[in-house]
């Protein structure tokens, strides 16, 4: 496979100084990154999370050419990014959820016109774009309106064309759906997933909603502390959590709690009970034990919530 993005043990040390006194202040370092290793193929589609402070937006600068690393390699289509940022900066594109790259008193098509100068972009290549990205944004009737009157949904299809005018190959997403309304956030998970099938476009996407990882990447990357906790499909995040799932079970009626030995009871409601198993284990001979000693009627299989997967994680991590 085509390793688009590698980094190879790159650190990042922060010298802060900190107050200690009336007129003291103490320097301290904070490494926001910390060894961290991982490759990105071309053509995927990679979540990128974790906490707050955990180091995804310091990675990401990093991945811009913005933040230069205190240590280890880092490419990006084979570009040094602190190096040559300029360069870079004609093959990414970057998109931050809480900040708008667009002219703020300027009606919306203003910034592209001059994205279009920016990045020298070709005029035949520049007006298909466009076309192309303003009819799958819908963003055809809001290109003379002032970015400032647009709403929070219809800013954020205006920035992520604005990110992909010039054709990069891998986009940087920041927080896209934050704030968003429902239907806001179905439109710009539709046209990313068709972005990315359609284009073959790179895409490192940070999120804090896990409905966007799970509606859209394969793949995901847990970070804490600038280290990577965890790197594969989404599925794997239960089984890396420990986490467990729950069985429900309705029995003809209410009896006290069942005893099994692979699960325990957490709930009990009338005939209706709770059962807790680890989620890397089949339900089928807990089922089977179940149905052959006590008078069933109905069950279900519920899977973990991967929000509570994932504060597990955090949570054990902090205690080891
Ligand atoms: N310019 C800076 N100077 C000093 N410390 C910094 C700087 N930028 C980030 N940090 C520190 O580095 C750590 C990682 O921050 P970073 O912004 O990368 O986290 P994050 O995962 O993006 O968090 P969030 O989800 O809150 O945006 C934090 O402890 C933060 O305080």
């Given at each position: ?12 040390v ?9 007129l003291k ?6 490494r ?5 290793s991982f ?14 402070g ?21 490419r990006?289509?084979g570009?040094?990014?602190?190096r ?9 594109g ?13 009606p919306?098509l203003d ?9 020298r ?18 963003l055809?009737t ?7 009157q ?11 064309a ?6 990069p ?28 099938a ?9 999120t804090h ?10 793949r ?10 965890y ?10 959590g ?13 009896l006290?709690p ?13 005939p ?22 006590y008078?069933?009627?109905?069950l279900s299989?519920?899977?973990p919530?991967?929000e509570?997967?994932?504060a ?5 991590k902090?205690?080891?």
């Amino acid at each position: 496979m085509d390793d688009f993005i590698v980094l190879e043990e790159v650190e990042k040390v922060f010298s802060v100084r900190r107050k200690t006194g009336f007129l003291k202040r103490e320097r301290h370092d904070v490494r926001a990154v910390d060894s961290l290793s991982f490759t990105v193929a071309r053509g995927e589609m990679v979540g990128y999370i974790g906490p707050n402070g955990a180091g995804k937006s310091t990675t990401i600068k990093m991945l811009t050419g913005i933040l230069t690393p205190s240590g280890g390699r880092l490419r990006v289509a084979g570009i040094d990014p602190s190096r040559e940022r300029a360069r870079l900066a004609h093959r990414i594109g970057v998109v931050f959820g809480q900040r708008t790259t667009l002219w703020w008193d300027l009606p919306l098509l203003d910034s592209y016109r001059l994205a279009h100068r920016m990045y020298r972009i070709p005029d035949a290549r520049y007006r298909e774009n466009l076309d192309r990205l303003v009819e799958l944004l819908e963003l055809r009737t809001l290109l003379d309106t002032p970015v400032r009157q647009l709403s929070l949904g219809q800013r954020m299809r205006g920035d992520i064309a604005a990110a992909l005018l010039h054709d990069p190959e891998v986009l940087y997403l920041d927080e896209p759906t934050i704030g968003l309304d429902v239907v806001s956030k179905a439109k710009v998970r539709g046209f990313l997933r068709e972005l990315n099938a359609a284009s073959g476009t790179t895409v490192l996407l940070t999120t804090h909603d896990l409905q966007d990882i799970e509606q859209l990447c394969s793949r995901v990357m847990v970070i804490d502390h600038g280290r990577l906790m965890y790197d594969g499909p989404l599925t794997g995040l239960h089984e890396a959590g420990e986490s467990e799932r729950t069985l429900v079970v309705d029995l003809e009626r209410e009896l006290p709690p069942v005893d099994v030995p692979s699960a325990r009871v957490v709930r009990v409601e009338g005939p209706r009970q709770w059962l807790a198993f680890p989620a890397g284990q089949s339900a089928a001979p807990l089922v089977a034990d179940l149905a052959a000693r006590y008078p069933l009627v109905d069950l279900s299989v519920r899977e973990p919530d991967i929000e509570a997967v994932i504060a597990k994680m955090y949570a054990e991590k902090a205690v080891s």
